[in-house]
């Protein structure tokens, strides 16, 4: 084990995993004649398909873009509401907001997911013209939400959920849309596999799948030689095959980098029991695609400012702990639109003390035992 008080070099929080085989790919599409809108693109989406045991898969530019396309395609808008979770990166509440919906938060249980008997409270205590016509439902860090529950909420309160799963490609069933809409991923390059950017949906509704596929390209249906109608207003939401080949040559991998990271994350549960800390839920760890390994401090009251002290003791490791997330009615965007500062009591609790570890398939043991050791000789100074 390293014993200098700083690695040698900086560990980040996450990074991507490319090797020559996956070099060698995208380097057989750019040899071959279609750069973007080719073969490869389908074979990859088939590809998807088969992995996540669903009927379709559409590859778009960007996991905020698959959001987008997702209400689109819902026809959420103007005069509409849509609902999610605050704690997850802003592009699940934006993805609200790009359609001129309106937009509020639910708040978490203990699985740090949005909590579906809070949401049921909220449901009942909403008047009718302020309740969702869409919920997205975010796996944080990896941990699959309490999905049938949901279903049986949006069946009673006739809402549409779109699952947002770019923690959680790789966890059992999210993918398969038993019970959503559609789900989408991200494969940006600290998530558990990557395109270099780029986003992923998957759907059973094949009506759903050609609208999408529609607004992925401008909203045109193209005809049979020259000829195109634009049908609707979309957008250039497009996966080149580069990319597409990427992410085809990852897939292959991903059950390994998902097993790698359990590893990893295991090793995470059995060094730090003893510390002062609130763990990622043991009922729900073997469900986990391993995203994210997230401890909260139980210092009390002034966790925010120990986070911070966490924080910078572990920077100046040279260790890339991260905080995920600031919640979202946080952000000065959604301060502006009205929601108030201290709005959702678990999430707030959650957010006062939480720090990321990093966790990648690429973390070394000895990397691995520094960030261990590093916790505890803080922790001893407190």
Known sequence: MNTKSQFPYFIPYSRQSIDEHDIAQMNAVMRADYLTQGPQIQATEHQFAHYCAVEHALL??????????????????????????????????NAIRYTGADVDFVD?????????????????????????????????????????AFAKLANEFNFKIIEDGAHALGAPEVGQCKYSACTIFSLHPVKSMTAGE??????????????????????????????????????????????????????????????????RAQVYEEQLADLPIIRPNADQFSRSAHHLYVIQLQFGVNNFELRQTLYDALHSANIGANVHYIPIYKHPYYQNYGLCTNYLANTENYYAGCISLPLHQQLKTNEQDFIIKTLHHWFAQQ
């Open 60 to 93: 778009c530019s960007s996991g905020t873009a698959a959001l987008h396309l997702c209400c689109m395609a819902l026809e959420l808008g103007p005069g509409d509401w849509g609902w999610t979770t605050a704690l997850s990166f802003a592009a699940s509440a």
């Open 198 to 263: 780029g986003g992923v949906i998957t759907t059973n509704d094949s009506q759903l799948m050609q609208t999408m596929t529609s607004l992925r390209t401008h909203g045109i249906n193209k005809q049979p030689g020259w000829y195109y109608e634009q049908i609707s207003l979309g957008m250039n939401y497009r996966m080149t095959d580069i990319q597409a080949a990427l992410a085809s040559s990852q897939l292959e991998k991903l059950d390994y980098f998902i097993s790698e990271r359990c590893k």
């Open 108 to 148: 978490i249980n203990d699985c740090r997911n949005m909590c579906p008997r809070l949401l049921k409270d909220k449901l009942i205590n909403t008047p009718l013209n302020k309740r969702p016509k869409v919920v997205i439902v975010v796996h944080f860090a990896g941990y699959p939400c309490d999905m049938p």
